[in-house]
């Protein structure tokens, strides 16, 4: 099955900065990368995801890019902001079918 | 957007007694629904995928007549705890897939449940 590795588990950066999240996958067959914030005590949320077809994509301050030969993707955020504060979750799925979860990172902005 | 509506949010029920959580989905037919479980600072782990009107597919070591999955409506999935214990405390988090969008996928809240 699918392995997705994600680094690092835990990542502080001074409001302002940027921060990068890094995953790995194993399965050459996923197509689909999306990206999940979750705050505690909550569901997550989608804040973007990618498609094997693109290399990149951005929404205002959150990017992720996509590097199919070497099967890894990463979220870029800049510009944090104290509530960019979270847990993000990287993700690998076969056309929406099962996904497959990364272990998580806990991103800590410092005001 | 797309909402799932987890409920409830939080349980506490003692050792020994059954508990259901529900998963529904607002404003879309969700074909599939998937019961995740989270213990505090790690993953989400799969428990269990369900396909309307048909049984639900457990993964390996959940089991599936502790964890009692029924997905009998389009909008409506159901998981019971049952004769939960301790051990069952963790959070469950809920998501329904539209069965209009290979990749609408939305997550339900997530419910804390507590055994003591």
């Known amino acids: 099955g699918e392995n997705v590795e994600q680094h690092p588990s835990t990542l502080s950066v001074q409001e302002g900065d940027s921060a990068v999240i890094k995953c790995t996958y194993s399965?050459?067959?996923?197509?689909?990368f999306p990206w999940y914030k979750q705050e505690l005590g909550k569901g997550p949320q989608l804040i973007i995801d990618?498609?094997?077809?693109?290399g990149e994509k951005k929404d205002q301050r959150i990017a992720v890019t996509l590097n199919k030969t070497a099967k890894h993707f990463s979220l870029h955020i800049t510009e944090t902001q104290p509530e960019d504060s979270a847990v993000y979750f990287c993700?690998?799925?076969?056309?929406?079918?099962?996904?497959?979860f990364g272990t998580g990172t806990s991103l800590t902005v410092i005001p | 957007g797309a909402v799932v509506s987890q409920h409830p949010s939080w349980v506490i029920c003692k050792s020994g007694t059954s508990v259901k959580i529900e998963c529904r989905s607002l404003?879309?037919?969700?074909?599939?629904m998937f019961w995740y479980r989270q213990f505090p600072k790690q993953s989400l782990m799969l428990m269990a995928t369900?396909?309307?009107?048909?049984?639900?597919?457990?993964e390996q070591g959940v089991e599936k007549d502790k964890f009692l999955i029924n997905h009998a409506s389009l909008t409506l999935s159901t998981l019971t705890v049952t004769s939960a214990h301790p051990e069952d405390s963790s959070f469950y988090i809920c998501?329904?897939?539209?069965?209009?969008?290979?990749?609408?996928?939305?997550f339900g809240s997530g419910t804390r449940l507590t055994v003591v």
């Open positions: 998501s329904a897939r539209d069965g209009a969008d290979t990749y609408g996928y939305t």
């Open positions: 399965d050459s067959a996923s197509n689909y």
């Open positions: 990618i498609r094997s077809n693109v």
């Open positions: 993700a690998a799925s076969f056309t929406g079918n099962q996904f497959y």
């Open positions: 404003d879309f037919q969700a074909t599939t």
């Open positions: 369900s396909n309307e009107g048909s049984k639900a597919t457990y």
